[in-house]
T-cell receptor, first 113, second 112 residues
Framework: NAGVTQTPKFRILKIGQSMTLQCTQDMNHNYMYWYRQDPGMGLKLIYYSVGAGITDKGEVPNGYNVSRSTTEDFPLRLELAAPSQTSVYFC????????????FGSGTQLSVL | QKEVEQNSGPLSVPEGAIASLNCTYSDRGSQSFFWYRQYSGKSPELIMSIYSNGDKEDGRFTAQLNKASQYVSLLIRDSQPSDSATYLCAGRCGGGNNRLAFGKGNQVVVIP
């Protein structure tokens, strides 16, 4: 009964480093999303995917890349980390039915120093 | 104009009172609206969805949608300390894409 699993929970990066945030869901959801949440702000969509092999940009894609080789996995890649990427990152999935409930992972707190 | 706006500051309500939250949206094509609750340091969880004009009740929560005026509201009756959280309004954007637009959220503090 895992749902959406994100790793790591916390990470500190130096400017210019790269890393991959992992996201896995076991609900066989077609739709997966990456959001970032800055303090006191709502969620901003970085990238989303409607199925394996299909990804698209959200509101704030610059500095990030994604891939979706399987239904279960949707990793987010940060290249050349910048302080502006300090944020909490949430992965989410949905079955895209009418209820459109998003199931969120527990989040990754990322600091770029 | 932002797609979904929540402009009210933190809301403090005494235990047992009604908490009222409002949200406006800019896209007249938006059809689906959602309220998510987010406890501090946790991920958001869906508490209400609404698609039609009018009211939708679920326990102590009532969501209201007025498409003509382009606003969505959430009422929390008999507020409990466990309701203290940030409430995020979200609306599905029109234009055939799959994106939910979120407001910045309203913090609710229920005072025992």
């Amino acid at each position: 009964n895992a749902g959406v699993t994100q790793t790591p929970k916390f990470r500190i990066l130096k400017i210019g480093q790269s890393m991959t945030l992992q996201c896995t869901q076991d609900m066989n959801h077609n739709y997966m999303y990456w959001y970032r949440q800055d303090p006191g702000m709502g969620l901003k969509l970085i990238y989303y995917s409607v199925g394996a092999g299909i990804t698209d940009k959200g509101e704030v894609p610059n500095g990030y890349n994604v891939s979706r080789s399987t239904t279960e996995d949707f990793p987010l890649r940060l290249e050349l980390a910048a302080p502006s990427q300090t944020s909490v990152y949430f992965c989410a999935s949905s079955s895209r039915d009418r209820d459109e409930k998003l199931f969120f992972g527990s989040g990754t707190q990322l600091s770029v120093l | 104009q932002k797609e979904v706006e929540q402009n009210s500051g933190p809301l403090s309500v005494p235990e047992g009172a009604i908490a009222s939250l409002n949200c406006t949206y800019s896209d007249r094509g938006s059809q689906s609206f959602f309220w998510y609750r987010q406890y501090s340091g946790k991920s958001p969880e869906l508490i209400m969805s609404i698609y039609s004009n009018g009211d939708k009740e679920d326990g102590r929560f009532t969501a209201q949608l007025n498409k003509a005026s382009q606003y969505v509201s959430l009422l929390i009756r008999d507020s409990q300390p466990s309701d203290s959280a940030t409430y995020l309004c979200a609306g599905r954007c029109g234009g055939g894409n799959n994106r939910l637009a979120f407001g910045k959220g309203n913090q609710v503090v229920v005072i025992p």
